[in-house]
C-alpha cells in the first residue's frame, strides 16, 4: 500500500505532526451538491516537518513504479480497461499510441459521486494532443476511503496495484506519473501526492477541499486551480488557505484562480497538463 510505510522503515519520509492526524476533519462527509453542509480545510503540514527543496522542477530520480517492458505495443488508441486483481479501472490511450516510446501517465481521480468516465472527460481532449495516458479509478465508496472512512485503505491499495499494472501493459515514462483529480478527488490527490511524491513527479488539484497528510516524501510539483464563485468548496475555506501552506512548506506550487462556480475549465486543464508534460524531456524511444 502506498502509505502504509512508517518513516522508520522509509528514510526519505518526514511525519506531519500538526494535529498528529493524516485525515479529513471530524465531519467532512458531504455530497458535491449539497452546498449547505459545513465545509474545512484540513491541511497538517509545517515547513520543519517537509523537505527543505520543494521546488518540484524535476521528478524523483530513479524509477517510481518498476520498469517493464510494454505488452501492448501498438495498442488501439482511446478507451480501454485496465484490471489488477480485484481492481479495475478505465485506461485512455491517445492518438498514435505505438507502444516504443514511454508517455507521461495521469491518473484522474473523480469527485463525490462521480465515475471514472467523468473524470476521463475532464482531460481526455487534451490527452491526444500531449501524447498523455490517462487512468481512471472508481472509488469503492461514493467518495475516497480517506473521506468516507476517515484513513487510507482499499482506494489507496487499488490505485497503487492499477498503476503498476498499466506500466506492466503500456509504455509509462516512470519520471512522468501524476495523480490529480476534481474536488473530492483533487483533495485525495494531494493527500497521496504528498505522501507519496517519491513516485508522483507532479499533483493536479482542480477545487480541492483540504489536504490530510502523515508522512510526505519526495518533492512534487503542484497544480492547483480554484472558481471564486465556488460554492461547493468556497475558495477562501479551502485553496486560499491550501496554497500559501504549501508554499510555506517549500514545495513549488503553481495556483490559478478563475471567475467560475466548482468546476474545470478547459482552458486551466492544458495548463496543467501541458506543465506536467514538459516537466523533463521525453526518453527516448525503445525497441518495439
Request: net charge positive; glycine share 10%.
Amino acid at each position: 500500500m502506498m502509505v502504509a510505510v512508517s518513516p522508520e522503515q522509509r528514510p526519505s519520509a518526514r511525519v506531519c505532526p500538526c494535529m498528529g492526524s493524516a485525515r479529513p476533519p471530524k465531519g467532512y462527509r458531504r455530497r458535491q451538491v449539497s452546498a449547505a453542509l459545513p465545509l474545512f480545510v484540513f491541511l497538517t503540514l509545517t515547513a520543519a516537518s517537509l523537505p527543505a527543496n520543494g521546488s518540484g522542477r524535476e521528478a524523483p530520480a530513479g524509477p517510481a513504479f518498476p520498469a517493464f517492458t510494454p505488452v501492448k505495443l501498438g495498442a488501439a488508441s482511446g478507451v480501454t480497461k485496465i484490471v489488477a486483481g480485484r481492481a479495475a479501472a478505465l485506461l485512455y490511450v491517445p492518438a498514435g499510441y505505438r507502444g516504443n516510446e514511454p508517455l507521461p501517465l495521469l491518473v484522474m481521480l473523480h469527485g463525490a459521486g462521480g465515475t471514472s468516465r467523468g473524470a476521463l472527460d475532464l482531460v481526455k481532449s487534451h490527452a491526444d494532443a500531449l501524447g498523455i495516458l490517462v487512468l481512471a479509478p472508481k472509488s469503492r465508496a461514493e467518495t475516497w476511503d480517506i473521506i468516507a472512512d476517515g484513513r487510507l485503505g482499499p482506494d489507496e491499495a487499488a490505485l497503487d496495484a492499477l498503476v503498476r499494472q498499466a506500466s506492466v501493459d503500456y509504455a509509462v515514462d516512470q519520471r512522468r506519473i501524476a495523480i490529480g483529480g476534481f474536488s473530492d478527488g483533487a483533495s485525495y490527490a494531494l493527500a497521496i501526492g504528498l505522501a507519496r511524491g517519491d513516485r508522483f513527479s507532479d499533483i493536479l488539484a482542480f477545487s480541492p477541499g483540504f489536504a490530510a497528510v502523515g508522512a510526505v516524501a519526495g518533492t512534487p510539483a503542484i497544480f492547483i486551480s480554484h472558481g471564486t464563485a465556488d460554492r461547493v468548496l468556497p475558495i477562501e475555506a479551502c485553496s486560499r488557505r491550501i496554497v500559501p501552506r504549501l508554499r510555506r512548506a517549500g514545495y513549488g506550487v503553481r495556483y490559478e484562480e478563475f471567475e467560475g462556480g466548482h468546476k474545470v475549465p478547459a482552458a486551466l486543464a492544458r495548463e496543467a497538463l501541458e506543465a506536467f508534460v514538459r516537466r523533463v524531456e521525453p526518453r527516448r524511444k525503445v525497441a518495439a
